[in-house]
């Protein structure tokens, strides 16, 4: 199993930038994925960053503004977030997909941090 910590979240003003940051605890060494969802007000759950491999994958709504980048070493993954504006308001979550078996089949499990506020103001 693995634990998600994230931090870096607050209040910034349009134009600004902030940094996300989330540790996993635990059975780092099965972790194939990591990323950024993120959950505004009456909205589902949406994908904003991932880095398999090596490989990343962005919304089309924050690319060339966030880079999302993993230290393996340290199990973490960050979010850089810059040109931030209100329509980027949301809880964001860190995700995590660690790998394992299911009646002797491999697998993938899915893990969620708490989530942190990022609120851009106009």
């Known amino acids: 199993q693995v634990q998600l910590v994230e931090s870096g979240g607050g209040l910034v003003q349009a134009g600004g930038s902030l940094r996300l940051s989330c540790g996993a605890i635990?059975?780092?060494?099965?972790?194939?994925?990591m990323g950024w969802y993120r959950q505004a007000p009456g909205k589902a759950r949406d994908l904003v960053a991932t880095?398999?491999?090596?490989?990343?994958k962005y919304a089309d709504s924050v690319k060339g503004r966030f880079t999302i980048s993993r230290d393996y070493a340290k199990a973490t993954v960050s979010l850089q977030m810059n040109s931030l504006n209100p329509e980027d308001t949301a809880v964001y979550y860190c995700?995590?997909?660690?790998?394992?078996?299911?009646?002797?089949?491999?697998?993938?499990?899915?893990?969620w941090g708490q989530g942190t506020q990022v609120t851009v103001s106009s």
């Open positions: 635990g059975d780092i060494s099965r972790i194939t994925a």
């Open positions: 995700n995590a997909y660690v790998s394992g078996y299911v009646n002797g089949a491999p697998a993938e499990f899915e893990y």
């Open positions: 880095i398999r491999s090596g490989n990343t």
